[in-house]
């Protein structure tokens, strides 16, 4: 068991060993971290500025003025927007790196099983989240409250699917993969893991224990990429763990409130510790638990031997 937490980081996972191949990887250690970050940056705030457009159709077609995306349909907008960084990182990474995609992660080998194993773990990590909440007394069942917005519950599934996605682009395919080429695994998953947490620093609710488990959130997804080669299951667990989180247990995801539910899920006062309170689940000990107990038995699982020796 040790050895294959050993294995996690020496030698280099094959996915940075590939990645290191690339232009970026050629910078020292301090330039290389900074052109990640500010490249990084970039993309997310273009994913900002696209959704501009999105407030006057809604001022136009809706006759909604305001800048609220308290909505269903900008819930939509602010989901279907996050493909613009996916769009612009894996053009610069093959164009200005020069490397291949599949030192993102993004390989063929295993990507459907990956996915829908990952889709999997996802519901059974948050659901085990809920359980210690209700057994605890730290959250109550509400009900059934769907109330026939299927359609707009699919729509929220497959905009988790490009959120998802997105998020695991930006920072395990490209932030971890082009700073971890150069400054080694252990320094790529903490860098990513970091900025991470930082990304959630402005959302409602946020907390010290809820900035924490975020962090959490993207070591674990950060083993997880490199112990497979691969970030499909990664882009899963991601898009599941949201959609479960606001969309079929009615709870506020990392401080924002997604719309429609199939069950509603209410926390209780006095135990925000446990449930998260204002941030929702993810602000909890609860999450912290199961991140933590995830974190471990990824740390303990085999590393994936690349086909053909490639990332």
């Known amino acids: 068991m040790l050895a294959n937490i050993k294995k996690t980081f020496i030698p280099k996972p094959a996915i940075l060993a590939k990645a290191a191949e690339g232009r970026q990887s050629q910078f020292n250690v301090v330039v290389n971290g900074l052109l990640t970050f500010l490249v990084g940056m970039a993309a997310i705030l273009t994913e900002s500025v696209c959704i501009i457009p999105f407030f006057f159709i809604k001022a136009i077609f809706l006759h909604d003025p305001s800048m609220s995306t308290n909505s269903d349909f900008m819930r939509l907008a602010q989901l279907g927007v996050t493909v613009v960084p996916i ?3 894996t053009l610069y990474v093959k164009f200005v790196e020069k490397r291949s995609l599949r030192t993102m992660g993004f390989v063929g080998e295993r990507a459907v099983t990956d996915y829908l194993l990952g889709m999997v773990v996802a519901f059974v990590m948050f659901s085990a989240c809920v359980g210690i909440c209700v057994a605890t007394g730290a959250m109550t069942y509400g009900g059934f409250t769907l109330d026939g917005k299927y359609l707009i519950l699919a729509g929220m599934f497959l905009g988790f699917i490009v959120q998802g996605a997105s998020e695991e682009t930006v920072c395990r395919g490209f932030m971890m993969t082009s700073f971890g080429s150069k400054g080694g695994a252990i320094a790529g ?9 930082a990304l959630h620093l402005l959302n409602s609710g946020v907390t010290v224990l809820s900035i924490t488990n975020i962090v959490l959130f993207g070591l674990f997804m950060s ?5 497979l080669n691969s970030i499909w ?7 599941v763990w949201n959609f479960v989180q606001g969309n079929f247990y009615g709870i506020l995801v990392s401080g924002g409130d997604f719309g429609p539910s199939v069950f509603s899920f209410d926390s209780v006062g006095g135990k925000e510790m446990i449930n998260g309170g204002a941030f929702g689940m993810e602000g909890g000990i609860a999450t912290t638990c199961v991140l933590t107990a995830s974190i471990i038995a990824v740390l303990l699982l085999r590393p994936r031997e690349p086909r053909n020796n490639a990332a």
């Open 87 to 89: 769009i612009i990182l």
């Open 189 to 197: 998953v903490l860098f990513n893991s970091l900025v991470f947490g």
């Open 223 to 227: 083993l997880l990429v490199l112990k």
């Open 233 to 239: 299951m990664a882009c899963a667990i991601h898009t």
